[in-house]
Structure formats: structure tokens, C-alpha cells
């Protein structure tokens, strides 16, 4: 398969395309490298794919939001099979400060991949990232992709909730297979820095405060990386049928199942590095939620989507990269 993947520089992305090209698939990348983290991070990973790929990777410098320039790419793309776009504005945080970065990258660039994809001919699949941010305040737990998320609490959850409709549109219109998946609370090696195992090991390792919202009443679906991209992989191997009178979209999660209290993950950090944590005990922060779970047994059936690393095996391993990273 030819698989074009927005956000190619992204912890996410660039996981992605080195599991693809283990497989023989090709990858066309698309990222704008801009610099709401480390760019470097970013540049680091993007050598990463490149010399794993070879030849069997293409890669375009372009925001997502720009129509005329992503358009232009409708030639050079017209074998690409599958598209994963990750290409977003993350973080709930950072929408309260910058919210026009939210509705340009995860609006209007969300809306320019799905104009590009509904264009090429030989696509098999469009497959996007959406975010467990959609179950806002809600309460039943684990979270079920057939419960409502009407009241998001947060701009980013708006957005992908935004893309969620759009695909439902984009499929109806245009037949064109669509396929959404709620991320849950992802790490592991070559994560983002705005994320809780970097930002927390950062400070550890430095001898500063760590942030703990709700005073650490908090419990979330931590998922490993790797069992991430392995329940992306499972969704391009298994596409859709399209039936007679039925709009070819569908909506998954993709979590690890088994809820992790914030100070527990906290405690693996801490044994990981062999250092405690100063606690800045802290109130829920705007835009947040206490609690996230995952009903993944759709995903199971569907795809055999079986997470298996857990926080006492994931933990370490992001560890020893930082070391490596940052030298440690």
C-alpha cells in the first residue's frame, strides 16, 4: 500500500511510517515542522523515517491549511491507497491561549486532506485521528463510541468532534471510506514535550516542581506507542464494506482498556529515574476531565486490536530514550 501520512513528523506519525516500511508499504509524509514544540524533536524524527524509508519515502513541507498548495499535490499522490491524517493543533491547554490554531489546522486543514482525498482515485481508506477530548464531562465509564459527545469542555474536543462530522459528510457526499479513531492518552519513546511523561521526567531529572492537576485525582487510558500504530495498521489491513444505502463511515477507540491513576504513572517515573518528584499539588485545570477509559472491544473485534504493554513496561522505555536523547 501507498500510505500518506499528515503530521509525518509527528510522535505519532513518524512511529507510523518506520512500522510501514518494515512492512514494504511506501509513505508519502506531510508536515509543516512548525514550532509549537522543539522543532529539533521533530527534524530528529523526520531523519529517522528518511533513512529508514529510502526511496520508499516522500516527504513535502506544507501546512495542511494551505488548499492551494495541498490541491497541488492531487498528481503526485494519485497511487496513495490509504490516508492517516494526524496532522492537528494537540493539546487542551494550549487552546485556552491560542485558539485560532485549533480551528485553522484541525478545521480548515482537516477539511483541505479530505478535499485532496476525495480526488485520488486509487484511495482505499481516509483514516483520521481523532481524540477521547470528544467524550467531554462525561461520567459512564469506559467511554463507548455509541455514547453522546454533544458538550465538549474543551476547543480542541470541539475540533475533533468537528472531524467526526465532516467525515460522516465527506462519506455520504462522496462514498469515501472513513474511518476516525479516539486516541487515548498516548507516550512512549520520541514523545511530545508538552505531553506528561516528557514534561514530568524533565522536571524530575532537573530537581523541579511537577505539576499535578486535581491534586492528582485523576486517572487516565495510558497507551503505549507501539500498540497505537498497531491498531492504525489493523484499520488499513481490514477496510470497510460498502453497502447499499449505508454511509461507509465508522468511529473507534483506541486506548489500552486499563485505567492508571496520575499518581501511580507519577510512581513509575519516579522508579524509572530513581528520583521523587517534587509535587505542585494544583486544581483541575480548565478544559480537563478527571477521569478517561476506553471501551476498545469493537476495535478488538473488528481488527484484533490487543494492547499489551502496560505503564510498567511502557514507562522505562521512554525513559531510556530521554537519556539517550538528551544525554543524560
Not at 476547543?155 to 459528510?169: D, F, G, S, V, W
Not at 507519577?266 to 494544583?282: N, V
Request: net charge negative; hydrophobic share 40%.
Amino acid at each position: 500500500m501507498k500510505v500518506l501520512i499528515t503530521g509525518a513528523a509527528g510522535f505519532i506519525g513518524s512511529t507510523l511510517a518506520l512500522k510501514l516500511f518494515e512492512r514494504g508499504d511506501e509513505v508519502v509524509g506531510i508536515d509543516n515542522l512548525n514550532d509549537y514544540y522543539d522543532v529539533n524533536l521533530k527534524k530528529a524524527r523526520l531523519e529517522r523515517v528518511r533513512q529508514a524509508g529510502g526511496k520508499a519515502f516522500t516527504f513535502h513541507q506544507l501546512n495542511i491549511a494551505d488548499k492551494d498548495s495541498i490541491l497541488a499535490l492531487e498528481e503526485s499522490c494519485k497511487d496513495v491507497t490509504h490516508i492517516m491524517n494526524l496532522a492537528a493543533q494537540a493539546g487542551v491547554r494550549y487552546s485556552l491561549i491560542n485558539p485560532f490554531a485549533y480551528v485553522e489546522t484541525n478545521v480548515m486543514g482537516y477539511v483541505t486532506i479530505a478535499e485532496l482525498a476525495r480526488r485520488l482515485p486509487k484511495l482505499e481508506q481516509f483514516v483520521y485521528a481523532s481524540s477521547s477530548s470528544v467524550y467531554g464531562g462525561n461520567t459512564k465509564t469506559p467511554f463507548s463510541v455509541e455514547d453522546p459527545v454533544e458538550k465538549p469542555v474543551s476547543l480542541y474536543a470541539a475540533t475533533k468532534r468537528e472531524n467526526e462530522l465532516i467525515a460522516h459528510t465527506y462519506a455520504h457526499l462522496y462514498k469515501m471510506p472513513c474511518t476516525g479513531l479516539r486516541f487515548f492518552t498516548v507516550y512512549g519513546p520520541w514523545g511530545r514535550p508538552d505531553m506528561a511523561a516528557y514534561l514530568f521526567t524533565k522536571n524530575i531529572i532537573a530537581g523541579e516542581p511537577i505539576p499535578v492537576f486535581n491534586h492528582g485525582n485523576m486517572r487516565r487510558d495510558f497507551t503505549y506507542i507501539d500498540d497505537i500504530v498497531a491498531g492504525v495498521i489493523g484499520v488499513f489491513d481490514n477496510p470497510m464494506t460498502l453497502e447499499e444505502g449505508k454511509v461507509p463511515t465508522r468511529l473507534y477507540n483506541i486506548g489500552n482498556s486499563h485505567t492508571e491513576t496520575l499518581m501511580d504513572y507519577i510512581g513509575e517515573i519516579e522508579k524509572a529515574l530513581g528520583k521523587k518528584a517534587i509535587y505542585d499539588f494544583l486544581p483541575m485545570q480548565a478544559g480537563d476531565v478527571p477521569a478517561t477509559s476506553a471501551d476498545i472491544e469493537a476495535t478488538k473485534r473488528d481488527f484484533g486490536f490487543a494492547p499489551t504493554t502496560t505503564i510498567r513496561e511502557g514507562i522505562p522505555k521512554f525513559i531510556e530514550w530521554y537519556k539517550t536523547y538528551h544525554g543524560v
